[in-house]
């Protein structure tokens, strides 16, 4: 029996780990499927991170550095090359790797940590043909960052995710031209700076309302179609336009890898795709917890270490037998707000909620509604799907309601 | 000088090869694309069909019937997914009905057991998902399904373990009747080398079966032979996400009637469900293209056969071409001596295939070829071991004799890199990306690859020994990358 | 009087910031929410500047992350990476190890451990 397996060594999984050794946890096992710590960061060279969490600059490597580095000095045990192959409702994990061949582990709390994968091109249904040269962002990210190959010399951008735009700006300083970046939506999922430093910089379009409509080409890619949408998102005939490429990158959504979760019976949300957890980031199973882009996407990294710390410091709490349920307060969202997380509360304590809208809005509220009634209101100047935003609730708030709903109102 | 040589690797020219392989000859395969089973046996329904679709006393309706038995025992000898699940032909109301029961009684003249018609509700007690307007439907237990790549993939590397050789890029494009023998030439260049071969390259072989799919009525007036026409129906698919895989258990026909055969949804062997196919008549024998208007009807014409089709769950999308051959039968003749015609192996071909085999055997044993039976003939093919199919047990058995299976190289679908290395240490080996997709299904899951492709393209490297930017995803001029960043 | 739109960069807020000139002279600075956002958008107009980073040829034949360890000239980025790209990085290296030392005022540095 371990006290801790965390299953996934990225830094969701790492900042989990030293929470947990902070809150007196000793036993504690990460179980990594990469050569090395570090997840998806260590293909992310670009700076930008730490700015929340260290107050600092940080490219991916040596943000996931700062929390190897801890993993390392607190003498954590890692297994690396190691793929958790299932996890059972009762928190039994069984796992591969080359040494040990298949091995269970009974664990007494678990840590989902997984990560997220990113949408291909299957799953948007364009139509053409299917030659070499489509690759999603991540991927021609791992080509370039990790094995020192440009996948293409001219290139197009589908959607506007901070990968695609990131990856935009790492074509371009690699010597290759990035003629276009598409985006179904009339506004750009990425970080308002992605695109003033991966796009604007280089002069590279971003072409709002539009989509690929067909990719050319029966070997490598030759040229893709693309088209304006209308409100419906439906292609525009008379707009249509063909622009030679040899590269089509894929930027159009990341979706949490939860199929352990689902092995081992976990309530899902189908928003986030991710569980429903409490505040304590503990799942439907008790003794399982999870965090990181596995339980809900996040565009900064240092909301997923945060994040991951709750949940290392509450496994610590539940290993040691002190957590106990006060309350069961579920949590709704308005459709305007898409999705809190929590979507539930267990314990009566401070509570920040995370939460992300649907639209692009301007001047709008944040109301808290408890049974009914507005017990709490945030105003803020502006929300957009792709920035997650985040309130505290104090507990005294929420004292003795039965039901908790976000809504958002338009202040006009 | 070989003693048969088998032009096109697909389906039917692989199982040919694999029975011929049997005998004491000399026997060569010739395929003009990079790899095996690139044509129509690369995208189709993938179904061992039971029988009733073909009219009586048809070479189709023979082949086929005789086919579905054989299928089992070849499957098992070649150790390719086979699962006998039975198929439903759906109706809806009385004029689907008759269509019905007339199906049912040419079936039954064809020899295929076990053929009922049942009502709508019995339909829906099989299969729950049926949507409620349906009738009547004819249930035919004998139906499977098979993956075509797979069979002529381990087909031709059985034939190949048993003796026979395979050569890939090799596009033939001329042929010379010798006495005695025939003179098949290729202008392209083999193996991604030309250097060191000559050009035009040139195989000698006494008989010659032309099995080469949509392109088999070129090869036909290459030997003069002009009473062939094959042209490419085009069929366009949707592969549904594993989680749909229970959505039906049987493959689910429509009734045919003036408007075609309709839409089938048919769970596969690896466990997605796969839709399709649509029907328009093509000129271009290499447009692999799909279409707006193609997958739209897909979807559209899928969703009144069953219910609740989640398919937001799409994970890929990809079009067949179909050798629609002029005679509305199989076209399995010899203009000349030594010379056989495969052509026009269009559904049920798949299915046939292993009575193709057998037949055009026989038919170059009554052309005077001697088929003696090797001692040392192997029927059964060593497979690549599936790691996540395989028990605990076997799986540690794996790990202890070769770490490579501790590996996992594709997480979506669990493949180790063990059985990446097989796949290209076996014949046929694989050679590109795609090839070890078809072999192993490393990056046909959840994430298309996006994870393991840059993985697999080093093992490739490695195991080939070639630079990484050699890589391609199906022969040349595929590459995945254009050149390293830093020189 | 022009005017110049332009996101804030120094943060993952993204300020939009209006700075208004008066021939050189800037006039006004709107929309940013903290100081460095008037700072970073004063830059912007008078002296914008960017931080590069990239990959080194190793002598391995493999590569290194890098960066420059401060913001570069906007208008030197490319010429920065002809001297990124002109360098093999000897092993083994440490995180912050200078590589490559006055690039347009900032040193290349390794963000990655590598041996």
């Known amino acids: 029996m371990t006290d801790l397996v965390i299953i996934g060594g990225g830094p969701a999984g790492m900042s989990a780990a030293v929470a947990a050794y902070e809150s007196g946890i000793r036993d504690i096992l990460i179980l990594e499927r990469d050569a090395q710590l570090g997840g998806i960061l260590q293909q992310c060279i670009h700076n930008g991170f730490g700015l929340h969490r260290f107050g600092e600059e940080l490219t991916g490597p040596e943000y996931a550095w700062k929390y190897e580095k801890q993993v390392r000095e607190l003498g954590i045990p890692v297994k690396l090359n190691t793929m958790v192959l299932s996890v059972t409702p009762d928190r039994v994990i069984t796992a591969t790797n080359e040494e040990e061949g298949i091995f269970a582990i009974e664990a007494r709390a678990i840590i989902l940590a997984m990560g997220c994968r990113e949408r291909p091109r299957g799953a948007l249904n364009i139509a053409g043909t299917r030659p070499a040269g489509i690759y999603s962002a991540g991927t021609a990210q791992k080509l370039v960052n990790r094995k020192g190959y440009l996948p293409g010399k001219s290139v197009v951008i589908l959607g506007s995710g901070d990968i695609g735009l990131i990856m935009a700006r790492r074509m371009t300083l690699e010597g290759a031209e990035v003629k276009a970046v598409c985006e179904l939506m009339p506004y750009s999922g990425g970080l308002a700076r992605n695109i003033e430093q991966c796009l604007n910089d280089f002069g590279i379009p971003l072409k709002l309302s539009h989509t690929v409509v067909e990719i050319h080409g029966r070997k490598r890619l030759e040229g893709v179609t693309i088209a304006k949408v209308d409100e419906n998102r439906r292609p525009i005939e008379e707009t249509k336009e063909y622009i030679p490429c040899d590269t089509l990158l894929l930027s159009v959504g990341l979706i949490p890898e939860n199929e352990l979760t689902l092995q081992a019976g976990i309530g899902m949300d189908v928003v986030t795709g991710g569980a429903v957890v409490d505040q304590d980031r503990q799942t439907s199973r008790e003794g399982i917890f999870t965090c990181g882009n596995v339980l809900h996407v996040h565009d900064l990294v240092d909301f997923v270490s945060e994040e991951a710390a709750v949940a290392g410091k509450s496994a610590a709490e539940y290993i040691r037998g002190e957590s106990g349920q006060e309350c069961d307060i579920p949590i709704g969202a308005d459709g305007k707000i898409r999705y809190t997380v929590p979507q539930r509360i267990t314990k009566r304590k401070d509570i920040t909620l995370f939460f992300r809208v649907a639209d692009i809005y301007r001047n709008v509220k944040i109301n808290v509604v408890g049974d009914g009634r507005v017990i709490h209101s945030v105003r803020k100047p502006k929300a957009a799907p792709g920035e997650m935003e985040s309130l505290l609730l104090k507990a005294p708030l929420f004292e003795g309601v039965s039901k908790l709903s976000l809504q958002l109102e338009e202040l006009g | 000088m070989y003693d048969v040589a088998i032009i096109g690797a697909g389906v039917a020219g692989g199982l040919l090869a694999r029975t011929l392989a049997a005998y004491d000859i000399k026997i060569c395969i010739l395929e003009k694309e990079s790899d095996v089973a690139m044509g129509s046996t690369r995208a189709n329904s993938g179904i061992a069909h039971a029988g009733y679709d073909a009219e009586e006393g048809s070479l189709k309706a023979k082949l086929n019937v005789r086919g579905s038995r054989l299928m089992e025992q070849v499957t098992k000898e070649l150790g390719v997914p086979y699962r006998r699940t039975g198929s439903l032909v759906i109706g809806f109301g009385d004029e689907d009905r008759e269509t019905i029961e007339k199906l049912c009684a040419r079936g039954l003249r064809n020899g295929v057991r076990g053929l009922q018609v049942i009502d709508g509700e019995e339909a829906r007690r099989l299969e729950p998902g049926l949507s409620d307007s349906v009738t009547c439907a004819l249930y035919a237990p004998t139906a499977g399904i098979v993956c075509p790549y797979e069979l002529a993939i381990a087909a031709v590397g059985n034939a190949m373990d048993n003796g026979a050789e395979l050569m890939l890029d090799f596009e033939v494009n001329h042929i010379e009747k010798k006495e005695g023998h025939y003179e098949i030439f290729s202008d392209a260049c083999g193996e991604n080398c030309c250097e060191n071969l000559q050009k035009p390259r040139k195989v000698c072989a006494r008989y010659v079966v032309n099995a080469a799919g949509i392109y088999a009525d070129e090869i036909a007036r290459l030997a003069g032979d002009d009473s062939i026409q094959i042209h490419p129906r085009r069929g366009e698919y949707l592969l549904l996400d594993r989680e749909c895989g229970n959505l039906v258990s049987r493959t689910i026909f429509r009734t045919p009637s003036k408007k075609g055969k309709g839409i089938l949804i048919t769970p596969t062997v690896d466990g997605n469900l796969l839709l399709g196919p649509t029907s328009v008549d093509g000129e271009d024998k290499e447009d692999k293209a799909t279409t707006e208007e193609g997958l739209a009807q897909i979807m559209a014409r899928a969703q009144e056969n069953v219910k609740n089709l989640p398919l937001r769950k799409v994970i890929t999308s990809f079009t067949g071409l179909r050798s629609a051959g002029n005679t509305g039968d199989f076209i399995i003749t010899s203009p000349k001596e030594g010379f056989i015609n495969v052509a026009g192996i269009e559904s049920p071909g798949l299915t046939a295939a292993p009575a193709i085999a057998e037949y055009v055997a026989e038919m170059l044993a009554g052309q005077g070829l001697a088929l003696k039976r090797k001692e040392d003939y192997q029927p059964f093919r060593k497979p690549v071991y599936a790691f996540r199919n395989a028990s605990v047990e076997e799986k540690n058995e794996m790990i202890r004799r070769d770490k490579a299976y501790g590996r996992v190289v594709c997480r979506c679908e669990t493949v180790t890199e063990g059985e990446i290395v097989a796949a290209i240490r076996q014949n046929p080996p694989a050679r590109d990306l795609d090839g070890i997709k078809r072999r192993t299904r490393a990056q046909m899951g959840r994430c298309q690859g996006g994870f393991c492709m840059p993985y697999l393209a080093e093992i490739l490297a490695r195991e080939w020994g070639v630079p990484y930017e050699e890589i391609t995803k199906s022969g040349e001029g595929s590459e995945i990358s254009v050149c390293r960043t830093k020189g | ?115």
């Open chain 3, 1 to 115: 009087m022009t005017k110049r739109e332009m996101t804030c960069i120094i943060c993952p807020m993204g300020c939009p910031v209006t700075v208004e000139m008066r021939g050189e002279e800037i006039a006004s600075i709107r929309g940013n929410t903290c100081k460095r956002g008037a700072a970073y958008a004063e830059a912007e107009v008078r002296h914008p500047e960017r931080t590069v980073t990239s990959t080194m040829r190793c002598e391995n034949g493999g590569i290194l992350s890098v960066k420059t360890d401060r913001p570069i000239p906007k208008a030197k980025i490319m010429d920065c990476m002809s001297l990124i790209n002109a360098h093999t990085v000897k092993l083994p290296v440490s995180i912050g190890d200078i590589l490559l030392s006055d690039v347009f005022g900032s040193n290349v540095v390794a963000t990655e451990n590598k041996s």
